[in-house]
Nanobody
Framework: QVQLVESGGGLVQAGGSLRLSCAAS????????MGWYRQAPGKQRELVAHITSAGSTFYIDSVKGRFTISRDNTKNTMYLQMNSLKPEDTAVYYC????????WGQGTQVTVSS
């Protein structure tokens, strides 16, 4: 199992920015499509964005133009730059593979105040 550790969350005002990081153990990270997920209170976990090993990206409509996913395969690390944050972005954010999930990490809490 690959270990995934998310960090970078916090409390920000609407319109603010945060940069999340996901550190993965093991070289398999480099060949996998990775995703950022989030789970808001009372809601199901949803995929927010993903990035292939080659760097192709996908975003859900609600974050397009505001969030940017990236990865550094030399560091086994993935990032999520979140700009123009909205209260509805409040959630626990997780990283994982897009297929054949590894064990979920603790996630990192993002709270956006209005």
């Amino acid at each position: 199992q690959v270990q995934l550790v998310e960090s970078g969350g916090g409390l920000v005002q609407a319109g603010g920015s945060l940069r999340l990081s996901c550190a993965a153990s093991g070289s398999i990270f480099r060949i996998k499509t990775m995703g950022w997920y989030r789970q808001a209170p009372g809601k199901q976990r949803e995929l927010v964005a993903h990035i292939t090993s080659a760097g192709s990206t996908f975003y859900i409509d609600s974050v397009k133009g505001r969030f940017t996913i990236s990865r550094d395969n030399t560091k086994n690390t993935m990032y999520l730059q979140m700009n123009s944050l909205k209260p509805e972005d409040t959630a626990v954010y997780y990283c994982n593979f897009v297929m054949n999930w590894s064990t979920w990490g603790q996630g990192t809490q993002v709270t956006v105040s209005s």
